[in-house]
Protein backbone atom coordinates (compact mmCIF):
# COMPACT_ATOMS: atom_id res chain seq x y z
CA UNK A 1 0.00 0.00 0.00
CA UNK A 2 1.18 3.56 -0.81
CA UNK A 3 1.24 6.27 1.48
CA UNK A 4 1.47 9.41 -0.11
CA UNK A 5 1.80 12.93 1.86
CA UNK A 6 1.09 15.75 -0.64
CA UNK A 7 3.03 18.67 1.48
CA UNK A 8 5.35 18.16 3.62
CA UNK A 9 8.70 20.87 4.48
CA UNK A 10 12.09 20.26 5.89
CA UNK A 11 14.31 22.54 7.54
CA UNK A 12 17.72 22.78 8.50
CA UNK A 13 17.16 24.16 11.76
CA UNK A 14 14.33 21.36 12.39
CA UNK A 15 13.81 17.47 12.39
CA UNK A 16 15.05 17.43 8.32
CA UNK A 17 15.97 14.21 7.36
CA UNK A 18 14.54 12.53 10.51
CA UNK A 19 11.66 13.93 9.87
CA UNK A 20 11.37 11.98 7.03
CA UNK A 21 12.50 9.04 9.03
CA UNK A 22 9.50 9.36 11.14
CA UNK A 23 7.45 9.34 8.26
CA UNK A 24 8.35 6.03 6.87
CA UNK A 25 8.36 4.27 10.41
CA UNK A 26 5.09 5.24 10.36
CA UNK A 27 3.97 3.39 7.41
CA UNK A 28 4.70 6.40 4.49
CA UNK A 29 6.03 5.40 1.32
CA UNK A 30 6.20 8.80 -0.76
CA UNK A 31 5.68 12.69 -0.50
CA UNK A 32 5.90 16.21 -2.02
CA UNK A 33 7.98 18.32 -0.17
CA UNK A 34 7.55 21.71 -0.18
CA UNK A 35 10.12 24.51 -0.41
CA UNK A 36 10.06 27.03 2.28
CA UNK A 37 11.21 30.25 3.63
CA UNK A 38 14.80 30.28 4.96
CA UNK A 39 16.50 32.82 4.67
CA UNK A 40 15.76 37.31 4.11
CA UNK A 41 15.94 37.41 0.32
CA UNK A 42 17.21 40.26 -1.13
CA UNK A 43 17.55 39.64 -5.02
CA UNK A 44 15.43 36.89 -6.79
CA UNK A 45 18.66 34.67 -7.39
CA UNK A 46 18.74 34.38 -3.88
CA UNK A 47 15.77 32.10 -4.46
CA UNK A 48 18.32 29.36 -6.20
CA UNK A 49 20.11 29.35 -2.56
CA UNK A 50 17.14 28.65 -1.03
CA UNK A 51 15.48 25.71 -3.27
CA UNK A 52 19.52 24.47 -3.34
CA UNK A 53 19.56 24.18 0.99
CA UNK A 54 16.59 21.85 0.53
CA UNK A 55 17.59 20.13 -2.54
CA UNK A 56 20.56 19.43 0.13
CA UNK A 57 18.16 18.24 2.15
CA UNK A 58 16.35 15.75 0.35
CA UNK A 59 19.44 14.13 -0.78
CA UNK A 60 20.00 12.95 2.05
CA UNK A 61 16.56 11.36 2.59
CA UNK A 62 16.80 9.95 -0.86
CA UNK A 63 19.84 8.32 0.45
CA UNK A 64 18.86 7.18 3.81
CA UNK A 65 15.63 6.12 3.34
CA UNK A 66 12.66 4.53 1.14
CA UNK A 67 10.79 6.90 1.01
CA UNK A 68 10.00 8.07 -3.22
CA UNK A 69 9.91 11.75 -2.75
CA UNK A 70 9.10 14.19 -5.16
CA UNK A 71 9.76 17.75 -4.87
CA UNK A 72 8.07 21.63 -5.46
CA UNK A 73 10.13 24.69 -5.55
CA UNK A 74 8.40 28.22 -5.12
CA UNK A 75 8.11 31.37 -3.87
CA UNK A 76 6.69 31.64 -0.91
CA UNK A 77 3.55 34.55 -0.95
CA UNK A 78 4.80 35.97 2.26
CA UNK A 79 7.99 36.93 0.86
CA UNK A 80 6.31 39.67 -0.33
CA UNK A 81 6.56 41.16 2.98
CA UNK A 82 10.68 41.11 2.39
CA UNK A 83 10.90 44.10 0.38
CA UNK A 84 10.04 47.86 1.01
CA UNK A 85 8.64 48.47 -2.72
CA UNK A 86 6.29 46.47 -4.30
CA UNK A 87 7.76 46.57 -7.71
CA UNK A 88 11.09 45.30 -6.47
CA UNK A 89 9.11 42.95 -4.35
CA UNK A 90 7.32 41.29 -7.80
CA UNK A 91 10.38 41.35 -9.69
CA UNK A 92 12.37 39.16 -7.29
CA UNK A 93 9.88 36.98 -6.71
CA UNK A 94 8.99 36.05 -10.40
CA UNK A 95 12.85 35.54 -10.76
CA UNK A 96 12.54 33.29 -7.63
CA UNK A 97 9.25 31.28 -10.11
CA UNK A 98 11.17 31.36 -13.28
CA UNK A 99 14.46 29.66 -11.30
CA UNK A 100 11.74 27.16 -10.07
CA UNK A 101 10.31 26.43 -13.28
CA UNK A 102 14.40 25.98 -14.80
CA UNK A 103 14.61 23.25 -11.80
CA UNK A 104 10.89 21.76 -13.01
CA UNK A 105 12.39 21.75 -16.84
CA UNK A 106 15.78 20.15 -15.56
CA UNK A 107 14.23 17.70 -13.78
CA UNK A 108 15.41 18.92 -10.32
CA UNK A 109 11.56 19.51 -9.42
CA UNK A 110 8.39 18.78 -10.33
CA UNK A 111 6.06 21.17 -9.43
CA UNK A 112 6.06 24.84 -8.66
CA UNK A 113 5.31 25.94 -5.18
CA UNK A 114 3.85 26.96 -3.16
CA UNK A 115 3.00 30.31 -4.53
CA UNK A 116 0.32 32.30 -3.70
CA UNK A 117 -1.40 35.10 -2.36
CA UNK A 118 -1.30 35.98 1.72
CA UNK A 119 -4.03 34.24 3.70
CA UNK A 120 -3.78 37.15 5.89
CA UNK A 121 -5.43 40.76 5.62
CA UNK A 122 -3.50 42.74 3.30
CA UNK A 123 -3.63 45.94 1.45
CA UNK A 124 -5.08 46.75 -1.71
CA UNK A 125 -1.68 47.30 -3.48
CA UNK A 126 -0.52 43.95 -1.89
CA UNK A 127 -3.46 41.68 -3.07
CA UNK A 128 -3.13 42.82 -6.45
CA UNK A 129 0.82 42.07 -6.65
CA UNK A 130 0.61 39.05 -5.17
CA UNK A 131 -2.52 38.04 -7.00
CA UNK A 132 -0.28 39.07 -10.63
CA UNK A 133 3.14 36.81 -8.82
CA UNK A 134 0.13 34.25 -8.68
CA UNK A 135 -0.35 34.56 -12.17
CA UNK A 136 2.57 34.86 -13.27
CA UNK A 137 3.60 30.91 -11.44
CA UNK A 138 0.30 29.46 -13.30
CA UNK A 139 2.04 30.76 -16.58
CA UNK A 140 5.58 29.38 -15.98
CA UNK A 141 4.12 25.87 -14.57
CA UNK A 142 1.82 25.55 -17.43
CA UNK A 143 5.00 26.35 -19.99
CA UNK A 144 7.18 23.60 -17.93
CA UNK A 145 4.23 21.79 -18.15
CA UNK A 146 3.54 20.88 -14.43
CA UNK A 147 1.85 21.35 -11.22
CA UNK A 148 1.02 24.65 -9.38
CA UNK A 149 0.95 24.76 -5.43
CA UNK A 150 -1.28 28.10 -4.42
CA UNK A 151 -1.14 29.01 -1.07
CA UNK A 152 -4.22 31.43 -0.33
CA UNK A 153 -7.24 32.25 2.40
CA UNK A 154 -9.97 29.56 2.12
CA UNK A 155 -12.78 32.26 1.75
CA UNK A 156 -15.99 31.10 -0.02
CA UNK A 157 -14.90 32.80 -3.17
CA UNK A 158 -11.17 31.43 -3.15
CA UNK A 159 -11.66 28.50 -5.19
CA UNK A 160 -13.88 30.54 -8.23
CA UNK A 161 -11.52 33.68 -8.20
CA UNK A 162 -8.39 31.30 -8.59
CA UNK A 163 -10.04 28.71 -10.81
CA UNK A 164 -10.59 32.12 -12.96
CA UNK A 165 -7.45 33.60 -13.40
CA UNK A 166 -6.14 29.60 -14.31
CA UNK A 167 -8.99 30.11 -16.83
CA UNK A 168 -7.13 32.57 -17.97
CA UNK A 169 -4.01 31.56 -18.15
CA UNK A 170 -4.94 28.43 -19.59
CA UNK A 171 -3.28 25.95 -17.48
CA UNK A 172 -5.56 22.45 -16.45
CA UNK A 173 -6.93 23.57 -13.36
CA UNK A 174 -6.65 20.35 -12.09
CA UNK A 175 -2.94 20.65 -12.17
CA UNK A 176 -3.61 24.08 -9.93
CA UNK A 177 -3.69 22.39 -6.36
CA UNK A 178 -5.36 24.28 -3.17
CA UNK A 179 -2.64 23.78 -0.20
CA UNK A 180 -4.51 23.39 3.23
CA UNK A 181 -7.63 23.18 1.31
CA UNK A 182 -10.99 23.22 3.18
CA UNK A 183 -13.34 20.60 3.01
CA UNK A 184 -15.35 21.63 -0.12
CA UNK A 185 -17.58 19.92 -2.88
CA UNK A 186 -17.13 22.95 -5.17
CA UNK A 187 -13.62 23.47 -6.39
CA UNK A 188 -14.43 24.65 -9.76
CA UNK A 189 -12.31 22.07 -11.60
CA UNK A 190 -8.91 22.85 -9.37
CA UNK A 191 -7.48 19.84 -6.89
CA UNK A 192 -7.99 20.30 -3.02
CA UNK A 193 -5.01 19.19 -0.79
CA UNK A 194 -7.02 18.52 2.87
CA UNK A 195 -4.73 18.10 5.99
CA UNK A 196 -4.81 14.57 7.29
CA UNK A 197 -6.05 14.43 10.61
CA UNK A 198 -8.09 11.60 11.41
CA UNK A 199 -11.00 13.28 11.28
CA UNK A 200 -10.60 15.46 8.82
CA UNK A 201 -9.54 13.15 6.49
CA UNK A 202 -12.71 10.57 7.56
CA UNK A 203 -14.80 13.81 6.54
CA UNK A 204 -13.40 14.38 3.12
CA UNK A 205 -13.92 10.69 2.00
CA UNK A 206 -17.53 11.53 2.84
CA UNK A 207 -18.04 14.20 1.42
CA UNK A 208 -15.87 15.01 -1.85
CA UNK A 209 -14.66 13.02 -4.52
CA UNK A 210 -11.41 14.09 -5.90
CA UNK A 211 -8.65 15.24 -2.91
CA UNK A 212 -5.07 14.42 -2.20
CA UNK A 213 -3.94 14.22 1.71
CA UNK A 214 -1.29 16.35 3.32
CA UNK A 215 0.34 16.92 6.94
CA UNK A 216 1.70 20.47 6.19
CA UNK A 217 4.00 19.36 8.28
CA UNK A 218 6.98 22.41 8.59
CA UNK A 219 9.68 21.28 10.48
CA UNK A 220 10.01 24.67 12.65
CA UNK A 221 11.60 23.55 15.89
CA UNK A 222 9.64 26.45 17.44
CA UNK A 223 6.26 24.73 16.93
CA UNK A 224 6.78 21.21 16.86
CA UNK A 225 4.57 18.82 15.32
CA UNK A 226 3.04 21.73 13.25
CA UNK A 227 0.69 21.22 11.20
CA UNK A 228 0.46 17.80 12.03
CA UNK A 229 3.12 15.58 12.75
CA UNK A 230 5.18 13.60 10.13
CA UNK A 231 3.69 10.30 11.98
CA UNK A 232 -0.32 11.40 11.44
CA UNK A 233 -1.09 11.10 8.07
CA UNK A 234 0.34 7.38 7.80
CA UNK A 235 -1.88 6.63 10.56
CA UNK A 236 -4.43 8.10 9.49
CA UNK A 237 -4.49 6.16 6.19
CA UNK A 238 -4.21 3.22 7.78
CA UNK A 239 -6.86 3.78 10.49
CA UNK A 240 -9.58 4.67 7.74
CA UNK A 241 -8.76 1.47 6.03
CA UNK A 242 -9.02 -0.56 8.85
CA UNK A 243 -12.56 1.33 10.50
CA UNK A 244 -13.57 2.67 7.54
CA UNK A 245 -12.89 0.17 4.85
CA UNK A 246 -12.25 3.26 2.29
CA UNK A 247 -10.75 3.15 -0.81
CA UNK A 248 -7.71 5.22 -0.97
CA UNK A 249 -6.05 3.94 -3.84
CA UNK A 250 -7.19 7.52 -5.72
CA UNK A 251 -6.00 9.70 -2.96
CA UNK A 252 -2.58 8.39 -2.28
CA UNK A 253 -1.54 7.25 -5.71
CA UNK A 254 -3.97 8.20 -8.93
CA UNK A 255 -4.77 11.62 -8.32
CA UNK A 256 -0.95 12.44 -7.40
CA UNK A 257 0.14 10.59 -10.55
CA UNK A 258 -2.00 12.69 -13.06
CA UNK A 259 -2.00 15.99 -11.26
CA UNK A 260 2.21 15.94 -11.03
CA UNK A 261 2.57 13.81 -13.62
CA UNK A 262 4.23 11.42 -11.68
CA UNK A 263 5.07 7.95 -10.71
CA UNK A 264 4.32 6.90 -6.81
CA UNK A 265 5.63 3.66 -7.18
Known amino acids: MQIY ?25 AMMIVSKPYFEIRDGSDF ?5 TLLSIIKGAREETGVRIFIGLGVHPSRISDFKILEEAKIAMKKG ?3 AAEYVTERKADAIGEVGRPHYPVDEETWEASNEIMEYAMMKAKEADCAVVIHSESSESTFKEISEIAGKVGIERRRVVKHFSPITK ?4 LTPSIIGSYKNAKEAFKSMEDFMLESDYIDDP ?24 VDVYRVMKDLPEKVYGIEIE
Open 5 to 29: DNHFHLDPRGKGLEAVKEFERSGGT
Open 48 to 52: EKEYE
Open 97 to 99: IDI
Open 186 to 189: NTFG
Open 222 to 245: DRPGVVISPKTLPRTVKRLMNEEN
